[in-house]
């Protein structure tokens, strides 16, 4: 039912109660029926089931099949080495996701709200949870208001809604009957949950609780939108898919052909079954990057770290570098772009126009040119809200309009207030209001008000000091300024006063017209050079906001958002293709949206293909920041966005999103470059030993020697490069298409280079030091000329990916470090005892001068290819 359109005697009739409420055994009873005025969040979340999720990978299910196998065959060092790899990477995932995880429990805050309510006949205050459909309530400025409720009486009542529609201005509130259909924030006889009574005082019905107020039909929202993998996400499932199935196939392939040989000249024997299944099974550990999923939970993590540190916190790890990946904010307008503090930005007089300096509510600020002090001085005195320095910051109290014009009085030196005597309150039928006091022993009667309305009450204006008539004339001058201030957004009040000798002649007519304030909720500082970033990056901004067309496009007109515009109303006369046209033909700016209108273009976009990210603050914002790629919360916003949101920025400024989106960007490469490292790695191994089987020679390299080179020589610098400096150029590149996978194709042809070369060199090694002898010795001579040449060869891809970035050699000493670590632990390896566990024999200086040749002729092959691919893609 639309209680808007109802008269008041309708509602209260079909609610099935009276003005003096209900008593108090019918509200019980209607309590049982309604439940409580609380909203119902979704399912509570389960730390087993997050455990649980850190497993859901392709990649660490072949590992989790090698363990099993491993364990089967008695192989159990091999099995407790991955399986603690495995435990590893989940516990990380598992404590970051839980530590950072908020359910939405924060949406039962409502039930702390006190309301008052007629029950019995009188007046009571009760917990807001305990009210049903039916209640009488009053509702005085600074409540919040506890349920949808029907206005039954409204005295110079105004509600601020900016969290609900995202109006920055408060809506004026009176309890007539609405006959056409109209939006939430055109319903004017309405109050609605969670919004907050800015002035005034009213009485009204309840007409909606819990799940079935205006906020939680949003929460329904929440509830029933499914949340969107992450690029990295889909990326990598792709990844470890087509991965799988290469070692599959190689696998099968090396067993089939091991297996076939052996049978084909001894016979079948169980012993050697498992003998080749196992050399297989090794195999496909040699292939699988064993580090990467700790690698990249340890990457993000750091990302994670280094966010907040940049103002940001995340609250689910991957999602850390899809802000990297979109290439379209949404973003909401009030509290996002701009400050939610209306702003008086220009006033005027027929002296002149004088700019107004500053920043919000802070009382402190330049004024172009001296105008007239009566017309800041009237701002002052015609005012009933209040500004106060409150823990380093200016509050307000009242409404922001208001707020403005003290604000705007201080910067010209003017504050306190005179003795008020009377006052004629604001109403939407005069759009005025005035009050007399006591100023330097008169009596001065000061009105401010709409620009036409208070015209039509002055007979004079001031001029030069002087009060001369008002003719048509000078009529016409104020309306074409009042104009071009509509005309840029800016809300415009007229200032006017009389001397009065008695308050017989406190009467809003034959007043001295004095000038014009205009005022705008401004955009941030450092909005417009965020915009201008974003824009550098390849990524689009779109403004979506429930304020007003003409608001909306002179804020983008200033920040740098432009474009076609269109408002909710328009969209919801388009169907799926036509809005998707829209949105394609450049319309970067949508007002008068309600929820469902923003969750629907968020959709829309993803359909075309985009990684989107949604911004806001409002209760309004939360089902788009939770349908989004990647959505991100303001810090001063509701807990009802947080809990959607993918990122909470623990303050409001939109550089942060910026930092963020870099901070992402830097996080992709470094899991990348730990991709490209451990694959070109893995690649050598896998090849080395196919090409050995393929030709009957003897294994270069066994079991525990692979996993020993996956387990140290892949993992301590793959974990290194995570907290690796990122290009210069990071924030000049172009979003990563969705299509792309996990590595460009550049960068697999340099992988797939690089490991061709390593194994070439690796065979050859392997040839030269008896590698295909019949003895004992000389095949570990040569497996252990392999190994060490295998570890060189990683080392010196560290540093040669790092140059594909165009990072600085001698940044990030852990990468330094972890390299030096690996030759240490190589030495330890073969001159210990060690070296009979792992079955490797101690190298001689000779040895060791070919292993560095080796190594030598490797890293300048891999300079020289690097060279040539880069002079290639310069040319093109």
């Known amino acids: 039912m639309k209680y808007y359109q109802q008269t008041i005697a309708d509602v209260i009739s079909a609610l099935a109660t009276e003005m003096t409420g209900l008593n108090s055994a019918e509200a019980e009873k209607r309590l049982q029926q309604h439940g409580l005025n609380a909203l119902q969040t979704s399912k509570k979340i389960n730390p087993f089931l997050i455990l649980i999720s850190q497993f859901k990978n392709f990649i660490v299910y072949i590992l989790l099949f090698a363990v099993l196998f491993s364990m089967a065959i008695g192989e159990y060092v091999d099995s ?9 990477n989940a516990l990380i995932g598992f404590f970051q996701e839980l530590s950072a995880h908020k359910s939405l429990e924060a949406l039962k805050e409502l039930s702390a709200i006190k309301a008052v309510v007629l029950r019995d006949g009188k007046k009571k205050i009760i917990d807001a949870k305990q009210l049903v459909p039916g209640d009488i309530v009053f509702l005085e400025a600074g409540d919040k208001v506890p349920a949808d409720s029907r206005l039954i009486e409204a005295v110079q009542m105004k509600v601020d809604e900016s969290s609900l529609t995202g109006e920055s201005v408060p809506a004026e509130k009176e309890a007539q009957q609405i006959s056409q259909e109209v939006q939430i924030g055109d319903q004017h006889n309405m109050l609605f949950s969670s919004t907050a009574v800015a002035t005034g005082n009213g009485k009204a019905v309840v007409v909606g609780t819990g799940m079935l107020t ?83 939970t340890i990457a993000l993590s750091v990302g994670v770290k280094r966010l907040l540190r940049k103002k940001a916190l995340v609250r689910k790890l991957s999602s850390v570098e899809t802000l990297g990946s979109c290439d379209i904010i949404c973003t909401d307008k009030t509290g996002t772009l701009t400050q939610n503090q209306m702003t008086v930005r220009r006033a005027w007089t027929l002296d002149g126009e004088a700019k107004v300096e500053g920043i919000g509510y802070i009382p402190k600020g330049s004024i172009s040119r001296e105008l007239s002090p009566l017309l800041f001085k009237a701002g002052l005195l015609a005012n009933n809200a209040s500004l106060n320095l409150e823990g380093g910051e200016w509050k307000i109290v009242g409404d922001p309009t208001e707020a403005a014009l003290l604000t705007s009085a201080a910067k010209a030196n003017l504050s306190g207030h005179t003795e008020r005597q009377n006052e004629i309150p604001f109403n939407s039928d005069r759009k005025l209001m005035s009050v007399l006091v006591a100023d330097e022993g008169h009596k001065i009667m000061y009105s401010k008000g709409a620009p036409d309305k208070l015209l039509d009450r002055c007979s004079r204006v001031l001029c030069e000091g002087q009060e001369v008539p008002l003719t048509d004339e000078i009529m016409d001058m104020v309306m074409k300024q009042n104009d071009s201030y509509a005309s840029q957004a800016m809300r415009v009040l007229a200032f006017a006063y009389k001397k009065t000798a008695s308050q017989a002649e406190f009467r809003e007519d034959d007043l001295v017209f004095i000038g014009l304030q205009a005022m705008i909720d401004p955009p941030r500082p450092d909005v417009i050079d965020s915009i201008a970033k974003t824009k550098l990056a390849g990524i689009r901004a779109i403004m979506i906001t429930g304020d007003y067309k003409a608001t ?50 968020v959709t829309a976009l993803q359909k075309m293909g985009h990684t989107v990210a949604m911004t806001g603050d409002g209760v309004n914002d939360a089902p788009a920041l939770k349908k989004a790629n990647i959505g991100v919360a303001v810090g001063s916003g509701t807990e009802v966005a947080k809990e959607a949101s993918d990122f909470v920025l623990l303050d409001d400024s939109f ?34 030993i196919f090409w050995a ?79 295909n002898s019949t003895e004992p010795s000389e095949i570990v001579k040569a497996q252990t000329m392999v190994f060490n040449f295998v570890v060189l060869y990683e080392c010196v891809l560290v540093f040669v990916i790092r140059l594909g970035y165009k990072v600085p050699l001698f940044t990030n000493w852990w990468v330094w470090a972890s390299v030096f670590l690996c030759v240490f632990l190589q030495a330890l390896l073969m001159y210990t005892p060690l070296n009979e566990v792992f079955k490797i024999a101690a190298l001689s200086l000779a040895e060791i001068l070919a292993l560095g040749l080796a190594g030598g002729v490797f890293f300048i ?12 893609t310069v040319s093109l």
């Open 693 to 771: 089987v393929l030709f009957g020679w003897n294994l270069p390299l066994t079991a525990v020697l692979l996993l020993w080179i996956n387990m140290v020589t892949d993992g301590a610098p793959a974990l290194a490069y995570s907290v690796d400096p990122y290009g210069k150029d990071i924030m000049l590149r172009k979003p990563k298409a969705q299509a792309e996978g996990i590595l460009p194709r550049e960068k697999l042809v340099l992988l797939g280079t690089l490991g061709v070369v390593g194994t070439i060199i690796a065979l050859v090694l392997f040839s030269l030091y008896g590698g």
């Open 214 to 296: 205006e906020i939680g039909k949003i929460t329904t929202l929440l509830k029933d939108t499914v949340e969107e993998m992450t690029p990295l996400q889909k990326r990598l499932d792709l990844f470890g898919k087509k991965l799988g199935m290469v070692v599959v196939g190689i696998c099968l392939f090396v067993f089939i052909l091991s297996f076939s040989k052996e049978y084909l000249a001894n016979g079948i024997s169980m012993q050697s079954f498992v003998a080749f299944l196992f050399i297989a099974i090794s195999l496909a550990v040699a292939a699988v990057p064993t580090a990467l999923p700790a690698v990249v």
């Open 655 to 688: 550089t942060h999103i910026v930092n963020a989106i870099e901070e992402g960007r830097g996080i992709y490469d470094n899991i990348q470059k730990s991709i490209m490292l451990l694959l070109s790695g893995n690649l050598g191994e896998v090849l080395i």
């Open 861 to 872: 092959l891999a300079i020289l290819y690097q060279l040539f691919a880069a002079k290639k």
């Open 552 to 601: 909306a496009e002179a804020i983008g007109k200033e920040i740098g958002i432009t474009g076609k515009s269109m408002t909710g109303i328009e969209m919801e006369k388009m169907s799926d293709p036509e809005l998707i046209e829209a949105l394609r033909d450049d319309t970067n700016i949508i007002a008068r949206v309600v929820p469902e209108h923003k969750q629907r273009v």
């Open 80 to 88: 407790v080495i991955i399986l603690a790899i495995l435990l590893l």
